[in-house]
């Protein structure tokens, strides 16, 4: 809301010796947020004149030529274009020579034939456009009743003197848009007395309204008054209104507005001579309907919208717009205003549906108590003492009692404030402590609860300058971390062999959902509210999003990475998924030709790392006929017999969807959770070891058949002297052949003479000669 | 004796063996020197009479270290020189080659471990929930009531009556608070949560959380005062000043909203902090005792907090806007790699 300077010191007299520094610390103290403070350049030579008379422009039908008083010897002769001038008003003059703020000069100018002397000024050409000007006062000049003429200082007459404050209040306190409650809670927290009485002043007649519930509409009252006029409002009650960011519109809205601003009560007002009868009902509507609204929009409403109807017909949608026809006019003699207290959560569903945000509906969507209805009734009754209000209520809107445990109110402040410092502060607060019983007023009705009272006691302590006091606690064993441990032990696993971590949305379109879908996971969580067909279900795998990744990098040109994203997949179970992408190579050192292979191999290696932290292994099996990978280079991958995974190169036809056809790309996929369920700490037993030098040897053999390899290997194992053999090289001849190297360890638990470990060689060299194999010299 | 001129000859030596390439040549020049002019003089040491034998052979010894001495120090510079050439590489340090850099967490992901690393030091469980949760958790166990505003279609994405994509973290703590008979919890939750928001520099219909309570009897808020603002010095530096605003949630009463100072201007005044000074970072509060009783607890006082880490991440890192943090443009999340150039 915005609030002025001058509106607070017309409440709280004693507001004019506070600082903005101040009122700022205590807005904050209270729950409130100055957001911003304005302040307004006073307009420098410009003076005050008086319009002696006003003539019609000898060549212009829409200009006027007028003999202004600036309070020199001889009048001015000015001419005006403004709808509004009229003679014996004040007005403010730019003079000859005078600059205004946008740099414009004005100088004597001849217009159609008469020599113009300066200009009359409109609001914008005294001061930077005021969002909230009238229509009025953006098409016309500043009229003034009580300025003097000659004087250069006005800026007091339209409100440039004043400081406006930006504010925002908790979402529970709807009442602190209102000047009452808001100088209130300030009141507060400065000590000075001012209190807001229960009691209302006004005479009200008992409405009969028998619609009154607190599901529509908790009170609602009809104010008929006879015999005004129309008109537009003075500076007085416009630079008030401005300054509360409110747009003048004529003199009887003004007026309710003004009444607004006080009680963040807004009211409707209706021709009561256009009314088909003065006895209004409101009601939800049963079937839907459309209304031209005063803004000269229609709206379609739809059965339950509240509507406040004379007879059969609309006049206005409860608490949000009037209806067109039944507004007041120039015309207007008789009005009817109306203060109804309707259902919050239905007025902000309405206007939301129908995106209608007008000042009513902002300020009906949250709570008001009844009683500022009535405090809106007695300040129209002091505007129009004529007026008869007719009023009914729901009257079991009463604030009871709370009961107040003074020992948890000392534990949980820690103010080291004595009870009577405690009672002086909540009776400050305006709440009456009887014992251990405390009286709410009919305007808190935000009070619910024990900690709302603590709450305003804390309004009047300064928290910031209370110091923290350190929580005394014992260390307690806990165990409920291990998935996030797991998570970053994994992301430390990725990011330390070069894979870059990735966040992407986790909402997809329906037509994304087949996209890489190695798992064929079916989607579950389709979005019931979905708005933005591009947000419509939870995706199901990783891949679809890494890819698109690259597909974007690759648009700017962008070298690409390997790059990771660890993320829960919907299902129907949630499982977190890793998933990885890579290019076959990425280059650690261009200079050196340096590269690692992130191939199948290179990916199987990073999978391994990933299960060494999970504490578990990984097994490989080779995929067939699989849309996503080829089947020479992909593999399923198995923990605990159950296929978690897939790794393998991506088939270049699901790459050209993302322009990434021309690529090699390598994908790993691994669903975790099962690693998650069965991980277990391990421990690890050293074992006794030979202390001795290990003794091996190598054999070199050709062969053309690799299958004898895998049978001279078994073979070999069956020597009870062999501890353990390798092939350690493999080299193609350029017949084809094959030349491997083994390497082979012998047990050497106990002295092994040389002519022994011979007869051994010889045994393995037998092997592979029977085997196809030829011993290599 | 005393007339040979050993200073002399030991230059002689100096330069003989400054014009070794080799340390075997250098050895050999040495031996050559000794056997020229040391081992001469011990024949006559032999020959000479009793009364000068003490002298000579005390004029002896000195010349022998003196010899040693110069051979050792050439030795170690030769030495040092035939490595320095053994290791001599033509490399030109202005031609960008190495780039061993690693991988690299998103900003998201150093914040969240930034945070959680100041909570595990306090015995903070760390978990990251589940995203789709029930409507129960994330509104009604956290007393916001069924015409609260946050509740709207417009304003959260909901799968059915029963189920929704969390639209705070304070779901999952809910969560876990729900029947919790512990007497003490504490529970950090983090990851991502969503508003039915349309993108822009400052909005994502998913961004991401960090959300903690501690339940414990007792507790006050001048301890909620003094955990949050070690925490925001954890994340901003022991220079950041803190101010806390009183402020309204459903779910914790008292509440406020805690500001630092600001991180572009440190409290000066600038557009970022809109001439305030101040950069709203957090909302706290004790637990209202409305939640308690939706969990089941018995225990009546609990602190919490909770915050965008999206919005720290943009804060912390300059970062302005915040799509930039889903887009994965490798130009961007390059400079989060350590020694990024």
């Known amino acids: 809301m915005i609030i002025s300077r001058q509106i607070i010191e017309s409440v709280l007299e004693q507001f004019k010796n506070i600082s903005d520094e101040d009122f700022v610390i205590a807005c904050n103290s209270v729950g409130m947020e100055v957001e911003r403070i304005i302040t307004h350049e006073q307009p420098t030579g410009l003076v005050v004149g008086e319009i002696l008379n006003v003539q019609k422009h000898p060549l212009s039908d829409k200009l006027s030529v007028c003999t202004v008083n600036v309070g020199g010897r001889e009048p001015k002769i000015i001419v005006c274009g403004a709808p509004n001038v009229k003679a014996k008003k004040k007005c403010i003059v730019a003079l000859q020579e005078t600059k205004l703020f946008d740099g414009k000069v004005i100088m004597n100018q001849d217009i159609k034939t008469v020599l113009s002397q300066g200009m009359l000024c409109g609001f914008e050409e005294v001061t930077p456009t005021n969002p909230f000007l009238s229509k009025e006062d953006q098409n016309g000049i500043i009229l003034l009743d009580n300025a003097k003429v000659g004087d250069k200082t006005f800026g007091q007459h339209i409100g440039l003197d004043d400081t406006e404050y930006e504010i925002t209040v908790p979402s529970n306190r709807n009442d602190l848009n209102g000047i009452f409650s808001f100088c209130q809670e300030i009141a507060k927290y400065f000590d000075w007395k001012y209190f807001i009485s229960d009691e209302v002043k006004c005479s009200l007649k008992d409405g009969n309204f028998n619609f009154v519930d607190d599901k529509t509409c908790s009170c609602f009252s009809t104010t008929e008054i006879k015999n005004i006029s129309v008109g537009f409002s003075s500076w007085e009650v416009k630079k008030k209104l401005m300054a509360c960011g409110v747009t003048p519109v004529n003199s009887i809205v003004d007026q309710l507005s003004l009444v607004t601003t006080y009680t963040n009560v807004p009211a409707a007002v209706y021709d009561a001579d256009l009314l088909p009868t003065k006895e209004l009902t409101v009601k939800r509507l049963s079937e839907p309907k459309t209304i031209l609204g005063i803004d000269g929009k229609s709206y379609k409403l739809e059965a339950g919208d509240i509507v406040v109807m004379a007879n059969d017909e609309i006049v206005s949608l409860a608490g949000i717009i009037g209806v067109d026809k039944y507004k007041v006019t120039d015309n207007t003699k008789n009005i009817l205003v109306e203060f109804g207290n309707f259902n919050y959560h239905s007025t902000r569903m309405t206007s939301v549906r129908l995106d209608c945000f007008t000042d009513a509906a902002k300020r009906f969507s949250k709570k008001i108590p009844n009683w500022l209805i009535k405090k809106s009734i007695e300040l129209l009754q002091n505007i129009y003492p004529n007026g008869e209000t007719k009023y009914s209520e729901r009257n079991d809107e009463l604030v009871n009692p709370l009961t107040i445990d003074f020992d948890q109110m000392d534990m949980f402040l820690d103010l080291e404030m004595s009870r009577e410092q405690l009672i002086d502060i909540l009776n400050r607060s305006g709440l009456n402590v009887d014992g251990n019983q405390i009286t709410i007023p009919q305007y808190r009705t935000d009070l619910t609860c024990q900690q709302d009272i603590f709450e305003e006691i804390l309004k009047i302590t300064d928290f910031n300058k209370l110091i923290g006091k350190p929580i005394i606690s014992e260390i307690v064993l806990r165990d409920n971390s291990l998935e996030h441990s797991l998570l970053m032990k994994i992301k430390d696993t990725m990011i330390a062999n070069y894979f870059q971590e990735t966040k992407s949305y986790n909402l997809i379109s329906l037509d994304e959902v087949d996209a890489m879908n190695v798992f064929k996971v079916e989607p579950t969580w389709k979005i019931d509210n979905c708005n933005n067909q591009s947000r419509a279900v939870m995706r199901t795998n990783l891949i679809d999003s890494l890819l698109k990744v690259y597909e974007f990098n690759c648009s700017y040109k962008n070298d690409l990475q390997p790059i990771f994203e660890l993320q829960k997949i919907y299902s129907n179970q949630v499982i977190n998924n890793l998933s990885a992408i890579v290019e076959e190579k990425v280059d650690l050192d261009p200079l050196n030709k340096s590269k690692i292979i992130l191939n199948v191999s290179g990916l199987r290696a990073v999978a391994n790392l990933v299960a060494n932290e999970l504490n578990t292994s990984f097994e490989y099996f080779p995929l067939s006929s699989n849309d996503f990978f080829y089947d020479d280079e992909s593999f399923a991958i198995h923990c605990g017999g159950q296929v978690i995974g897939y790794l393998g190169l991506i088939k270049k036809r699901n790459l050209k969807e993302y322009g990434l056809g021309n690529k090699k790309i390598y994908c790993l996929s691994i669903n975790l959770d099962l690693c998650f369920d069965d991980y277990q700490p391990i421990s690890i037993q050293a074992k006794q070891f030979n202390n001795l030098i290990p003794i091996s040897r190598d054999i070199s053999f050709t062969t053309e058949n690799e299958n004898s390899v895998m049978d001279i290997e078994m073979d070999a194992t069956k020597i009870t002297i062999i501890s353990k053999h390798k092939i350690v090289d493999r080299f193609i001849n350029k017949n084809n052949s094959i030349t491997y190297t083994m390497r082979i360890w012998f047990k050497n638990n106990e002295k092994i003479e040389l002519a022994v470990l011979d007869s051994y060689l010889t045994q393995i060299s037998t092997i592979i000669t029977t085997h196809q194999g030829q011993i290599k010299k | ?341």
């Open chain 2, 1 to 341: 004796m005393s007339n040979l001129d050993t200073q002399k000859l030991i230059n002689n030596l100096r330069k003989s063996l400054d014009d070794q390439k080799t340390e075997a040549s250098l050895i050999e020049a040495k031996n050559i020197f000794i056997k020229k002019h040391l081992s001469p003089l011990y024949d006559d040491l032999k020959l000479a009479p009793a009364s000068s034998k003490k002298e000579l052979g005390i004029f002896i010894n000195q010349f022998k270290n003196e010899i040693n001495d110069t051979f050792e120090t050439i030795r170690s510079r030769l030495i040092d020189a035939l490595e320095q050439e053994q290791h001599k590489v033509d490399y030109n340090i202005h031609i960008d080659s190495t780039d061993l850099t690693k991988g690299q967490l998103t900003p998201i992901s150093l914040i969240v471990n930034e945070v959680t690393e100041f909570f595990k030091k306090i015995n903070f469980d760390i978990v990251c929930g589940d995203e789709v949760v029930k409507i129960k958790h994330n509104f009604d166990s956290l007393n916001i009531d069924p015409t609260h505003p946050g509740r709207d279609k417009k304003d959260s994405y909901y799968f059915n009556d029963e189920s929704m994509l969390r639209s705070h973290c304070t779901a999952t703590t809910a969560l876990i608070m729900e029947n919790n008979q512990s007497h003490d919890i504490r529970v950090l939750s983090y990851g991502s949560v969503y508003r039915n928001d349309d993108d822009d520099l400052t909005h994502s219909h998913q961004f991401n959380q960090i959300d903690f309570v501690w339940v414990k009897e007792g507790l006050s808020i001048r301890n909620l005062k003094w955990l949050i603002e070690n925490l925001l010095k954890h994340i901003f530096g022991d220079q950041a000043k803190t101010r806390f605003r009183l402020s309204h949630f459903p779910f914790t009463e008292p509440s406020f909203e805690v500001d630092v100072t600001c991180v572009n201007c440190g409290g000066k005044g600038c557009p970022m902090c809109k001439q305030t000074g101040w950069i709203e970072v957090l909302g706290a509060g004790m637990l209202h005792e409305n939640v308690m009783k939706a969990a089941n607890i018995d225990i009546k006082t609990g602190i919490a907090a909770g915050f965008g880490v999206d919005r720290f991440a943009m804060l912390k890192y300059g970062i302005s806007d915040i799509r930039l943090l889903y887009t994965n443009d490798f130009r961007f999340m390059n400079q989060f790699k350590k020694g990024a150039k």
